[in-house]
């Protein structure tokens, strides 16, 4: 009996392996009939067991400009990008630079000034002396305006990218801000703006003290406004100040073609952007068609569009500065909306999506107590316990 139970299980072992080698041999060969790829497939010219015969670059300048080559010649297979741009055909487009373009000093001129000032400060002893009694101070100044001609527009573009800036304002198009535009609110310049730091409406009612370096006989336009406060439409903007034809810098001797209006976002509609972008005129510009009726009180006629302003002025005009804050509802909301605009508060309230519970398991290993509660039946379910 055990002699024939241990040539049954052999039997069946011996069956099992045959099966077993015919299912991978079924497999192989058909992965060997799979079709061939329909082009050439990346680096196949390479030949693997000689190596020393590729192509040497000596440097990475020379390889970078032929993979950029390579890169841009069309392949024969479909990338998930083509996928993307066939659902979003804005998704991927080249944005185009309206901006003014960026002048770099040569490498060797900004060596040479480095070399000059480190030379002056050996030789300075006070300065060394400073350095080692560890009472030597940094002029912050100084390395701001070191940062706003070297890296710091480089750094504000990344930041208005960050937000969306040019994505609502100039849909595939973007700018180098590199004129510093400098903007305070409130008594000794106590609340400045930077580039998305938060400030209260309260702390911006009335109108800022606007600075930036201008050339004698230039003319500029200071625009502000708000891309996420609109009470109708998504797609438009309310403008919140409007001056044009500023002589060298001068606001207060502007053109004041839209009065100036406090920030007003909406309770429960949390932060709003609001942006400042500074345009440099070609010359005098005639904005008859732009100016609102002083006082300007409706919501209607302060709808705006920057890209439709920008593309009325764009042979007159060019995008060279940028700041913006975030802001939201705070007291002195409500008496804008009442005194101010005529007009009842709209009050928003943020509607909660159903709490998310995953599909029950029959045995809930390492679950709380009240993993249960979740799961009945009925309207008045617990809510107490941590899941």
């Not at 950029?68 to 991927?92: F, I």
């Not at 990218?161 to 700018?175: E, I, M, Q, S």
């Not at 400045?192 to 209260?200: A, D, P």
């Not at 034809?245 to 509609?269: D, M, R, S, W």
Request: hydrophobic letters at 35%.
């Amino acid at each position: 009996m055990a002699l024939r139970t241990v040539c049954a299980v052999s039997l069946r072992t011996l069956s099992e392996i045959k099966v077993n080698n015919v299912r991978s041999i079924a497999t192989t060969a058909s992965l060997c009939r799979r079709k061939p790829p329909l082009g050439p497939m990346p680096n196949e010219e390479i030949d693997v067991d000689n190596l020393e015969s590729l192509k040497k670059y000596r440097s990475y300048t020379r390889y970078f400009k032929q993979a950029e080559e390579a890169k841009k010649k069309p392949a024969w297979w479909k990338t998930h990008r083509s996928y993307l741009e066939a659902a979003d055909p804005d998704h991927g487009m080249e944005r185009v630079d309206i901006g003014f373009p960026f002048y770099q000093p040569p490498r060797t001129k900004d060596l040479k000034e480095r070399k000059q000032v480190m030379k002056q400060n050996k030789a300075n002893v006070e300065l060394e002396r400073a350095a080692r009694q560890r009472t030597f101070k940094i002029p912050l100044d100084r390395v701001k305006d070191t940062w706003e001609k070297s890296s710091g527009p480089f750094h504000i573009r990344r930041l208005a990218d960050h937000y969306g800036v040019f994505r609502d304002l100039f849909p595939v198009a973007y700018f180098l801000p590199q004129l510093p535009l400098h903007v305070s609110y409130g008594q000794e310049n106590s609340c400045k703006v930077f580039y998305g730091n938060r400030l209260t409406p309260t702390e911006t009612a009335a109108v800022p003290q606007i600075s930036f370096n201008a050339e004698e006989g230039s003319l500029w336009t200071l625009l502000l406004t708000c891309p996420d406060e609109h009470l109708l439409d998504n797609e438009a903007e309310y403008i919140h100040w409007l001056v044009g034809n500023i002589p060298a810098g001068a606001v207060q001797a502007g053109e004041e073609l839209c009065h100036y209006l406090p920030p007003f976002p909406a309770k429960g509609t949390g932060f709003h952007r609001y942006i400042y972008v500074l345009f440099k005129q070609e010359g005098r510009i005639d904005f008859q068609e732009d100016v609102r009726s002083s006082p300007c009180h409706s919501l209607v006629d302060r709808t705006f569009k920057t890209v439709d302003f920008y593309r009325k002025h764009q042979d007159n005009m060019t995008p060279a500065g940028l700041a913006f804050f975030q802001s939201q509802w705070d007291e002195s909301v409500t008496n804008t909306f009442h005194n101010t605009l005529n007009m009842r508060e709209p009050v928003f309230e943020f509607i909660r999506p159903p709490v998310y519970h995953p599909p029950q398991v029959k045995y809930p290993h390492g679950q709380p107590l009240r993993y249960l509660d979740r799961y009945r039946d009925g309207q008045d379910k617990p809510t107490y316990g941590i899941y």
